[in-house]
C-alpha cells in the first residue's frame, strides 16, 4: 500500500517570502503521480501542482514550484513570494499509474502568511 | 457552471439514523470518489466508481453503501450513523481523457451526535 506523509502540521511565513513544504511517499510503483492540493478556509479543494513521476523535470506554475526527488521519494512544494491568500491547508497526494479515482493523501500542512 | 454538486453542505444526525449524501457531476467523468477528511488524517478514500454499474471500496469503507447507476449521479449512504462517521466527506471526478484532473464538491459537514 502507497502511504505519504507530511511532517510539518503547521508553518508560517512572512508575506513575500518563500517557503517549503515536504512531502515523502512511499511506493514500489514506477507509474505514478504527485498532486500538491490547497484547501483555503472555503473547504474547496484546488489544485496546485501536479508532476508525472516518469518526467525528470520539475513542475512549476507560476509561484509554486516543486522539487520531485523520485529516488528519495520526496516532493516538496515550494512558494515564492508568499501572499495573504496562499494561507491554507496543504494536502500532497499521490496516485498509481493504474489508479483511477484512488488518491492517497498526506496529513496536511496547515501554512499562515503573515502580513 | 459544470463541476461537483454535493448536497447538503450540512448535517446534524441522531447516533443510529440513517441518510443519503448526494453527489452529482455535469461533466460526463467516468471516474467518481467519495473521500473523508477528518483532523491529522488527510482525506481517505471510502469508495470510488469507474462508471456506471461499477463500484468498489476504498480505504475505509464499512458503515457506507454506494451504488452508480447513472454517470452523473453518485450517492453516499450511511447505514447507521455513528459518532465516528462525524467528518467533511468530499466527492471528486475525473474523466478518462485526463484521468489525474480531478474536480472535488464543496464538501459536506457531517456531525453525528
Known amino acids: 500500500a502507497q502511504t505519504v506523509t507530511q511532517s510539518q502540521p503547521e508553518m508560517s511565513v512572512q508575506e513575500a517570502e518563500t517557503v517549503t513544504l515536504s512531502c515523502t511517499y512511499d511506493t514500489s510503483e514506477n507509474n505514478y503521480y504527485l498532486f500538491w492540493y490547497k484547501q483555503p478556509p472555503s473547504r474547496q479543494m484546488i489544485l496546485v501542482i501536479r508532476?508525472?513521476?516518469?518526467?525528470?523535470q520539475n513542475a512549476t506554475e507560476n509561484r509554486f514550484s516543486v522539487n520531485f526527488q523520485k529516488a528519495a521519494k520526496s516532493f516538496s512544494l515550494k512558494i515564492s513570494d508568499s501572499q495573504l491568500g496562499d494561507t491554507a491547508m496543504y494536502f500532497c497526494a499521490f496516485i498509481r499509474g493504474t489508479s483511477y479515482g484512488k488518491l492517497t493523501f498526506g496529513q496536511g500542512t496547515i501554512l499562515t502568511v503573515h502580513p | 457552471n459544470a463541476g461537483v454538486t454535493q448536497t447538503p453542505k450540512f448535517q446534524v444526525l441522531k447516533t443510529g439514523q440513517s441518510m443519503t449524501l448526494q453527489c452529482a457531476q455535469d461533466?460526463?467523468?467516468?471516474?467518481m470518489s467519495w473521500y473523508r477528511q477528518d483532523p491529522g488524517m488527510g482525506l481517505r478514500l471510502i469508495h470510488y466508481?469507474?462508471?456506471?454499474?461499477?463500484?468498489d471500496q476504498g480505504e475505509v469503507p464499512n458503515g457506507y453503501n454506494v451504488s452508480r447507476s447513472t454517470t452523473e449521479d453518485f450517492p453516499l449512504r450511511l447505514l447507521s450513523a455513528a459518532p465516528s462517521q462525524t467528518s467533511v466527506y468530499f466527492c471528486?471526478?475525473?474523466?478518462?481523457?485526463?484521468?489525474?484532473?480531478?474536480?472535488f464538491g464543496s464538501g459536506t459537514r457531517l456531525t453525528v451526535v
Open positions: 471528486a471526478s475525473s474523466c478518462l481523457r485526463d484521468r489525474y484532473g480531478y474536480t
Open positions: 461533466m460526463n467523468h467516468e471516474y
Open positions: 508532476q508525472e513521476a516518469y518526467k525528470q
Open positions: 466508481s469507474v462508471g456506471a454499474g461499477i463500484t
